[in-house]
């Protein structure tokens, strides 16, 4: 007969853990914004740097304005409104993880040739493609039964 002793537990042993503080678990961490406005601050250089370097990035941003006041000149309902500023700002947004994965691939790559490298950057190029594509379709569905009707009086 086992002595109980002898009799293994039938918890699991949990080894004692150790607090691991962020600085340690990213050391090369030192950028990352330690309150909301430097946040707001990080993510406004982005979109800057956006419209300063990428001219498919102010060509979405003027196309935006541009669908936008024209829905509100149009007098469409609020829900188009917010369709239109939602199809629009995910080709912005697009735009923006593109140029950001296009610099890591450069980075990583030390901008010389790899393929795979080019598949990443294809890949990035086809979403914002299509995204670009779909704001098209949208835009054209929302604003042109109201436009045309506008430029009835016209003809």
Known sequence: MPTPSSVPDSTPVTPPTKRVTESSERPQAFLVAHNLVASFIYAWQGIYYGLRTQRNFRIHTLATLLVIT???????PRIDIAVLGLTCGAVMALE???????AVVDLTVNQSFHELAKIAKDCAAGAVFVAALT???VGLCLLAPPLWTALQIYF
């Open 70 to 76: 024209l829905g509100l000149l149009l007098h469409l």
């Open 96 to 102: 923006l993880i593109n140029t950001a994965l296009e």
């Open 135 to 137: 704001a098209i379709l």
